[in-house]
Antibody, heavy 119, light 107 residues
Framework: EVQLVESGGGLVQPGRSLKLSCLAS????????MNWIRQAPGKGLEWVAS????????YYADTVKGRFTISRDNAKNTLYLQMTSLRSEDTALYYC????????????WGQGVMVTVSS | DTVLTQSPALAVSPGERVTISCKAS??????MHWYQQKPGQQPKLLIY???NLASGVPARFSGSGSGTDFTLTIDPVEADDTATYFC??????????FGGGTKLELK
């Protein structure tokens, strides 16, 4: 069974940093691209960042470019999102999601981890 | 960026047929995908590449369309289908964009 479990969220002050993790199991992690997608409270879905299976291709939404860094450790089956210079508008539930590269759609999602940016 | 437009909400009775639309600001070929999100849960893939049913999804769900106009159909609707439905395009990206979501309520 495919499982994606996010962790590392919490309350953080504006301008500070936070690192999210997503532990994958039930599939060969190193064979799949992974993404972070977020959802502000009561709002829709926003794609944040994408990383290919071997980390060769990395993309970011303009809203986070230069502040967030996506990475992965295939030996640990773990995806990361390092977030710096956090802003109130980064407050959201952050999901990690597995991507099917044949069509770049997201076939499995974690349960999400909440990040609240507030003073 | 490709903007996807969905109607905000729909209300239908159990047993009826419902169509949820998604209109793209530019062609996305057939690279349109649909997700269901129930309250308090993560999104779940329903349809990929416009018309392909994801694994384990009931055949009551179907998708159609190409270019800029896409439709998710549920027939017949059941009470458990109460959820928000999102479309997502992957033809023009990054960024890979989502629609604003259509909240489906059962009467």
């Amino acid at each position: 069974e495919v499982q994606l479990v996010e962790s590392g969220g919490g309350l953080v002050q504006p301008g500070r940093s936070l690192k999210l993790s997503c532990l994958a199991s039930g599939f060969t992690f190193s064979n799949y691209g992974m993404n972070w997608i977020r959802q502000a409270p009561g709002k829709g879905l926003e794609w944040v960042a994408s990383i290919s299976s071997s980390s060769s291709y990395i993309y970011y939404a303009d809203t986070v470019k230069g502040r967030f860094t996506i990475s992965r450790d295939n030996a640990k089956n773990t995806l990361y999102l390092q977030m710096t210079s956090l802003r109130s508008e980064d407050t959201a539930l952050y999901y990690c999601a597995r991507v099917r590269t044949t069509g770049h759609y997201f076939d499995y999602w974690g349960q999400g981890v909440m990040v609240t940016v507030s003073s | 960026d490709t903007v996807l437009t969905q109607s905000p909400a729909l209300a239908v009775s159990p047993g009826e047929r419902v169509t949820i639309s998604c209109k793209a600001s530019e062609s996305v070929s057939t690279r349109m995908h649909w997700y269901q999100q129930k309250p308090g849960q993560q999104p779940k893939l329903l349809i990929y590449k416009a018309s392909n049913l994801a694994s384990g999804v009931p055949a009551r769900f179907s998708g159609s369309g190409s270019g800029t106009d896409f439709t998710l159909t549920i027939d017949p609707v059941e009470a458990d289908d109460t959820a928000t439905y999102f479309c997502q395009q992957s033809w023009n990206g990054p960024p890979w964009t989502f629609g604003g979501g259509t909240k489906l309520e059962l009467k």
